[in-house]
């Protein structure tokens, strides 16, 4: 009788999930030569949903469509860019993001997919996808990616002479517009968002970053190794605070406050702390050169709504 229980609260589910879509599967946006279909945008608003715990009717799924498109488009032009680079993935890196993403339980992550009728083949596609393009922007702008030595002696002067470290664990939300419109559009938006159901869900829906699969996670950073106006911000804010939107270029910034720790700087961490300056540093600059390489991209493509 249980087990009847469960079919039926399956076979319920589905069927809501099906309502909320065109049975139809049709064509709603054309990239270069590439199609978006209804069924691509069903898949993953709902695999988004799913995965974020989020309740499921129309009205979120009809606040949901406009950043799954963007979500698509931006991941068939990376897709394509990776590709004409040749760049490959081994199994060892597909399977440690997916460790990381399901908490050591990829067995149990896939059949979360298959309980809900989600399509695990399409999710792990584009989770190659954002692996391979992280890879294209290191490899393309590792030369470029420069850090003034002179620089970071005088970020490890400033923790000598206080004798502290100051590490932040931070995640990051960071998404482009085109017009002010669309600025104060995804604002509001991604605010609504985060007060409804989290940070952390609302980066996996929205973030354009590389973070995004990773929830916008950035882990722990060297309150150094920041830029001097994030650095200010974050140095104002409680833990578990949100930030305004940060207006960076054509980009709108929000970073969450996870955790912060501060221990005594011992000699023997010098060298370590070093290096987690510049590895702050080359990560940002690594972010904005991946906005700003798929930007150029998007404006060589023709892009065509159905």
Same mark, same amino acid.
């Given at each position: 009788?249980?087990?009847?229980?469960?079919?039926?609260?399956?076979?319920?589910?589905?069927?809501?999930?099906?309502?909320?879509?065109?049975?139809?599967?049709?064509?709603?946006?054309?990239?270069?030569? *590439? %199609?978006?279909?209804?069924?691509?945008?069903?898949?993953?608003?709902?695999?988004?949903?799913?995965?974020?715990?989020?309740?499921?009717?129309?009205?979120?799924?009809?606040?949901?469509?406009?950043?799954?498109?963007?979500?698509?488009?931006? /991941?068939?032009?990376?897709?394509?860019?990776?590709?004409?680079?040749?760049?490959?993935?081994?199994?060892?890196?597909?399977?440690?993001?997916?460790?990381?993403? /399901?908490?050591?339980?990829?067995?149990?992550? =896939?059949? =979360?997919?298959?309980?809900?009728?989600?399509?695990?083949?399409?999710?792990?596609?584009?989770? =190659?996808?954002?692996?391979? #393009?992280?890879?294209?922007?290191?490899?393309?702008?590792?030369?470029?990616?420069?850090?003034?030595?002179? *620089?970071?002696?005088?970020?490890?002067?400033?923790?000598?002479?206080?004798?502290?470290?100051?590490?932040?664990?931070?995640?990051?939300?960071?998404?482009?517009?085109?017009?002010?419109?669309?600025?104060?559009?995804?604002?509001?938006?991604?605010?609504?968002?985060?007060?409804?159901?989290?940070?952390?869900?609302?980066? &996996?829906?929205?973030?354009?970053?590389?973070?995004?699969?990773?929830?916008?996670?950035?882990? #722990?950073?060297?309150?150094?190794? &920041?830029?001097?106006? %994030?650095?200010?911000? %974050?140095?104002?804010?409680? %833990?578990?605070?949100?930030?305004?939107?940060?207006?960076?270029?054509? /980009?709108?910034?929000?970073?969450?406050?996870?955790? =912060?720790?501060?221990?005594? &700087?011992?000699?023997?961490?010098?060298?370590? &702390?070093?290096?987690?300056?510049?590895?702050?540093?080359?990560?940002?600059?690594?972010?904005?050169?991946?906005?700003?390489?798929?930007?150029?991209?998007?404006?060589?493509?023709?892009?065509?709504?159905?």
């Amino acid at each position: 009788m249980k087990l009847n229980l469960n079919l039926i609260f399956i076979f319920l589910i589905l069927l809501k999930f099906n309502t909320l879509f065109a049975i139809e599967n049709r064509i709603i946006a054309k990239v270069n030569n *590439e %199609i978006i279909t209804s069924y691509d945008l069903k898949q993953t608003i709902l695999t988004t949903l799913v995965l974020a715990n989020q309740q499921i009717n129309q009205k979120i799924v009809d606040q949901s469509k406009s950043a799954a498109l963007k979500a698509l488009i931006n /991941s068939i032009l990376k897709k394509k860019e990776a590709n004409k680079y040749n760049i490959k993935l081994s199994e060892a890196e597909i399977n440690n993001q997916l460790k990381d993403i /399901s908490g050591g339980d990829i067995v149990k992550f =896939k059949n =979360k997919f298959k309980t809900n009728n989600l399509d695990f083949f399409l999710y792990e596609d584009k989770l =190659k996808t954002e692996l391979m #393009w992280r890879k294209l922007i290191f490899i393309i702008y590792k030369e470029k990616v420069k850090i003034n030595e002179e *620089e970071i002696q005088s970020e490890l002067s400033k923790a000598q002479k206080n004798k502290k470290i100051e590490e932040y664990r931070i995640s990051e939300i960071s998404v482009s517009f085109g017009s002010e419109s669309e600025k104060l559009d995804l604002i509001n938006k991604i605010n609504d968002h985060i007060a409804k159901f989290g940070f952390e869900e609302t980066a &996996l829906k929205f973030s354009e970053s590389t973070s995004a699969v990773d929830k916008g996670d950035l882990g #722990w950073v060297n309150i150094n190794g &920041l830029t001097k106006r %994030i650095s200010t911000i %974050i140095l104002k804010m409680r %833990i578990n605070d949100i930030s305004e939107p940060i207006l960076i270029a054509n /980009s709108i910034l929000f970073i969450k406050l996870k955790d =912060k720790k501060i221990s005594n &700087l011992l000699e023997n961490k010098i060298d370590k &702390l070093k290096k987690q300056i510049i590895n702050s540093k080359k990560n940002e600059l690594f972010n904005l050169y991946s906005t700003s390489h798929l930007s150029k991209i998007k404006n060589n493509s023709i892009i065509q709504y159905k």
